[in-house]
């Protein structure tokens, strides 16, 4: 057999297992290209991205009104008292962010890792599977009226399974991979991202009417019909994630490439003889994304730069909350809604529109850049609003900050493919950022707030742009990416040279 090997590799005739891969490849190619123009898989991760989405952002603003109801019974004062609202912050991080985040901050890097061994399909159904038992949770704590701490065992299932955070990256590496190049890549990301603003500006519209004109499905006296008017979010929320199971179970097609598949698997069971289970599924997919940011330069810096922006883009929304609520501005809450909702309503059009034009003249990385600079400047403008009108314009167009997160999501993507890394495991390192810098920024920055405030209010949103302006600074040692290499071409075709030599 070996000679035969060696006969084959002289004659320069491809060997058995390069004719496998080869066919798996076409295999892949041509499905995908069938995809492509049905756009089946397209639009049902689309769908998916809407079912989830809209029904989150609902009940983002439900579950703080249910702390702070909560508390305001327990502590017997009125509602809208600073120690209510201290003692739900306090309840909300403990029995909520905390359970979720820290908890999925533990997997997300090995998520995505693994969604390259295994598939998108498994590890986007255990994203959703877990998600669904996180809002059942919450769903029984509220019908129940169970004490605040069993908000957390649900969560922390969530948060182990992903959460929101990891389904948009197995989402945008399942698009990723339907990509034939880099223009459709970044169409493809531009849209689930419009999307996602969208509807986080129609949600809290959607879950106040809900509240309003809904509010309590199961009525009477007994003991799973507490609530109040929180009842219909809580239960859509749950029936939303519900029907995405049903669908992911169903309709999903597998995205990712077989060959990068069985390479990994195979890889995988060659390691598992010297290798403990625990340490092969995590420890290993952990780290090595990790890895592979530390070995090229140019993925490191792309890191250094999302982490700026992102950290600025984290918290602005509440920050901008407590701070159109205080004079001058005194903004009821209504108007607080329609404020954040114009805020994601602008995003989703910087992603829809802006975007767009930006990429018919401009690189990505460049269109990256004038996002990084408008959301810099706008948000430093923040405190020279004097009156609601200019606070609501201003705000409203710092959210041009959507243009740079689409656009580095596209990067990220496109360097992974050049060195042979699977999507889910560069884009997981965007998931780990999102998690551990969505943590952190909101302690800092309203704490920092809470400490300025009398001296100087806007002192956080000056802080916030310098973040930015920082990340700006370091894109500039970025040089652009060329054009991503498609999957079937990335072992043998010529033209990852360039790219791969750009990212190191």
């Known amino acids: 057999m070996g000679q035969l090997d060696d006969a084959t590799k002289r004659l320069g005739l491809p060997d058995r297992e390069e004719e496998d891969v080869g066919l798996a490849q076409a295999a892949h190619q041509e499905r995908r290209d069938g995809l492509a123009s049905t756009g089946w898989t397209r639009t049902l991760l689309f769908t998916v991205v809407i079912i989830f989405n809209l029904p989150m952002w609902a009940f983002l603003p439900a579950i703080v009104d249910y702390f702070i109801a909560r508390r305001c019974d327990a502590i017997g004062e009125p509602c809208d008292s600073a120690s209510v609202s201290a003692s739900a912050a306090l309840w909300s991080n403990y029995a909520f962010i905390i359970p979720c985040n820290v908890s999925n901050s533990l997997t997300a890097l090995a998520l995505g890792t693994l969604s390259d061994r295994f598939g998108r399909r498994p590890l986007l159904l255990l994203c959703v599977a877990t998600q669904c038992a996180g809002s059942l949770g919450s769903l029984m704590v509220v019908l129940l009226r169970l004490d605040l701490w069993w908000f957390a065992p649900g969560f922390v299932v969530n948060g182990l399974g992903g959460a929101s955070w990891v389904m948009v990256v197995l989402v945008m590496a399942s698009l990723g991979d339907t990509a034939t190049d880099d223009a459709d890549r970044a169409r493809l990301f531009s849209v689930a991202m419009g999307l996602y603003y969208a509807c986080s500006a129609a949600g809290p519209l959607m879950g106040g009417e809900i509240t309003a004109h809904i509010g309590r499905v199961f009525s009477g006296d007994c003991e799973w019909c507490h609530g109040g008017d929180l009842q219909a979010v809580f239960l859509i929320f749950f029936l939303s994630n519900l029907v995405i199971v049903v669908l992911v179970a169903t309709c999903f097609y597998e995205t990712a490439d077989p060959a990068l598949i069985r390479r990994n698997r195979e890889a995988a069971r060659e390691a598992s003889a010297t290798t403990g289970w625990f340490r092969l599924n995590f420890i290993r997919p952990t780290i090595q994304p990790l890895i592979l940011v530390g070995q090229s330069r140019w993925l490191a810096l792309l890191t250094v730069v999302y982490s700026f922006c992102f950290m600025g883009m984290a918290d602005r929304s509440s920050l901008l909350t407590l701070y159109a609520k205080k ?178």
Not at 410 to 427: D, R, T, Y
Not at 431 to 459: D, H, K, N
């Open 327 to 504: 004079a001058p501005f005194d903004m009821a809450d209504d108007e607080v809604g329609w404020f954040l909702s114009s805020l994601g309503l602008a995003r989703a059009m910087a992603v829809f529109v802006v975007l767009p034009v930006l990429l018919r003249w401009l690189s990505l990385l460049q269109a990256a850049r004038v996002g990084i600079l408008l959301a810099t400047v706008f948000t430093a403008c923040i405190g020279l609003a004097r009156d609601k009108v200019d606070l609501f314009a201003i705000a409203t167009a710092s959210g041009m900050d959507a243009v740079w997160d689409a656009s580095l999501r596209v990067l990220f993507s496109a360097a992974g493919s050049a060195v042979n890394a699977g999507e889910g495991e560069v884009l997981g390192v965007i998931g780990f950022l999102q998690v551990f810098l969505g943590s952190v920024a909101p302690i800092c920055f309203q704490s920092i707030y809470a400490a300025t405030v009398t001296w100087c209010p806007a002192f956080s949103f000056y802080l916030i742009a310098g973040l930015m302006a920082s990340g700006l600074l370091v894109s500039a040692m970025l040089r652009d990416a060329p054009t991503r290499t498609p999957p079937h071409h990335r072992k043998t075709a010529p033209e990852t040279e360039p790219l791969l030599e750009a990212i190191q």
